[in-house]
């Protein structure tokens, strides 16, 4: 018996296979070629924007220096586009005088993966600023972390004094809710990007205890080398 | 007769996405980077910019792969497609300017779900040839740069007395912050919708008055 009108040809499954891998094929050439291809203007602008980020948390520098430490654990100026875990930029006055540290520091927010810059004072035992590199958090929300001056008040003098035997920090940086902040140490969040605010928080927390005891022991390892001759 | 009807021209392919269907003030599609990203002239141009090259470079890639995609993941195709360019332009903005890049944040990734360019790769590309495509895009972006570009400038200007950064009028000048922030894009948005809805109800009456026999008063609609 037929059917007065006739049912469409099918398309075979291995046509929507071949479709697909086809295209993800073509698509994941482009991706790699785009990523090649950019790969040293995007390096060349992030080492320059971390330069100009410290003179933003350190405004008493004028001469920025690059250092890792080494196997022997001192610290030794390495090139600025030096890439990788570990490196501290250093800012100098006019005189060459170390004024204070910058750390980057990376982890995950809300929606995003977050870089932010912090400056570590000798003089004032305490974290002195942050700035925000990268954040593609929620617009209005998560990425008031970089414009909300109460929340970057709290990174104006966060105390990171050393405990006595100079291993550990007296009092690890604490994160609380906006407006339960009681001590030096501790970190206002902000209502409406709780989740970002905390993970910057937690991120400069587990960074300066790992990483102000070992600077704070080799204070005398930062000092700027002089420009080499071309 | 249908068969009098001629197919538009090249020219007005391409132009028909300025005013006369422009995405934004016509169509109203893309209203979310609209509002979000036009707090200057500059973020504005660059948004429009970077969604001009994806409509293109989509609506040419869609076109050219129409014949051989099945109905059933043509959607998905079209999405993997448009991705793609995305991220290209995410790494091009990043090699041209940290600081652009960072202005406009998480919209660049959103470029992605502006249905101004799914729009078109379904209604117009997927249905032409690779020519008359990428004049739809290129005639679609530059509307859309146009609409951006005329909310950031009176945005710009009135919220911060600048245009393109240049100061306009001296330092005393007290911009309305309201401007630049997001209700500000509201209440531009809904300043150039009234004008372009004035616009084209004032050209229909024109028309319409036109066509009228002599001596016959025209209806005016108000």
Redesign the interface.
Known sequence: MSTPFPMPAQ?PVW??YR??VG??V??AV??VA??D??KA??QR??V??RKQAVYVVLPAAKEVGTFRRGADGRYMQVSDDTEGDGLVLGGFDAEHKLVGLAIEVAGSGY??DLRVLYAYSFAQQAIVGMTVL???????LG?AVDSHPGYKKNFEQLDVALSADRQTLAHPIEFTKQGQKKHAWQIDGITGATITTRSIAQMVAKSAAAVVPGLAASSADFVLAPPRNQ | MAADKQPPSDADEFFKGFFAQNPVFVQVLGTCPTLAVTNSAVNAVAMGLATTFVLVASNVVVSAIRSFVPKQVRIVSYILVISTFVTVVDYLIQAISLDLYKALGAFIALIVVNCIILGRAEAFASKNNVKRSLLDGAGMGVGFTIALLCLGTVREIVGKGSLFGIPLFGSDYQGWVIMILPAGGFFTLAAWLMFFNWRAQRRARLAAAATQPAGTAPEVAR
């Not at chain 1, 990268?134 to 209005?140: L, N, R």
Request: charged residues 10%; aromatic residues 10%; hydrophobic residues 40%.
């Open positions: 398309t046509h929507l479709t697909l295209i993800g073509f698509c482009a991706i785009a990523f291809f950019t203007p995007i602008n992030k320059a924007a929606g995003s990268q954040s593609s958090e929620t617009p209005g990425d």
